[in-house]
């Protein structure tokens, strides 16, 4: 079955805490896993992505870590701002194909 | 050009009525997607395009749903009899050429209510 699955659902924290969102799959023939943010409103925007080949990514304040054996990817923001309050996705890209399988969200409160 | 535009932002409609959306993608995109958003939810992929020819369907969309990118352009969305279970947000993206890194590119979303 062709899945993504997200957790929590929702999550508050302390400015400069460190937020983690998690994503599982069970399809192994994906070869692209994006994170989006979404602000009410708005369209989601591209935060950060990983290949499978590579364990880990920073951008900026943000990281994702990917455990392919685990068949698992998380999104960990750093030093978290207020302004990162929004309604994060992340995705999954099926290979060979442009079809893209989102998570359910996971809607973050940054209290300041 | 600075994004990926989409007209009209927000469409109320009675049930059994058609109706048509459009999106504008970033000008250079060859790639264009639609997907439908319910409240609470992460998108679902209906449609691909690349250039004018649609290359990946959703079983989402039903024959009451078509798409269309005539000239390798915008993109239009029908909905023919429309039903209340449509309403949702309805997001179009574009990305880049082949070789280049896969970056999405979202507009704001058309919200549809069918009442």
């Known amino acids: 079955q062709q899945q993504v699955k997200q957790s929590p659902q929702s999550l508050i924290v302390q400015k400069g805490g460190i937020p983690i969102i998690n994503c599982a799959y069970e399809n192994t023939a994906f070869d692209y896993f994006p994170w989006y943010q979404q602000f009410p409103g708005k369209g989601p925007a591209l935060l950060i992505a990983i290949r499978p080949d590579v364990s880990e990514k920073k951008e900026g304040r943000f990281t994702i870590s990917f455990n392919k054996s685990a068949k698992q990817f998380s999104l960990h923001i750093m030093d978290s701002q207020p302004g990162d309050s929004a309604t994060y996705f992340c995705a999954a890209k099926q290979a060979g194909t442009y079809k893209y399988i989102f998570g359910t969200g996971t809607r973050l409160k940054v209290l300041a | 050009d600075t994004g990926v535009s989409q007209d009209p932002r927000h469409k109320i409609t009675k049930r059994g009525q058609n109706v048509t959306f459009r999106c504008d993608p970033i000008?250079?995109?060859?790639?264009l997607y639609w997907y439908r958003q319910t409240l609470g939810q992460g998108p679902e992929f209906l449609t691909y395009?690349?250039?004018?020819?649609?290359?990946?369907k959703s079983r989402l969309l039903s024959d009451r749903f078509s798409a269309e990118r005539p000239k390798g352009s915008f993109s239009t969305l029908e909905i023919q009899r429309t039903e209340q279970g449509d309403s949702a947000m309805y997001l179009c993206?574009?990305?880049?050429?082949?070789?280049?890194?896969?970056?999405?590119?979202f507009g704001p979303g058309t919200r549809l209510l069918v009442l």
């Open positions: 993206a574009s990305s880049s050429p082949p070789g280049t890194q896969e970056t999405q590119y």
């Open positions: 395009f690349q250039n004018e020819a649609q290359l990946e």
């Open positions: 000008s250079e995109h060859n790639r």
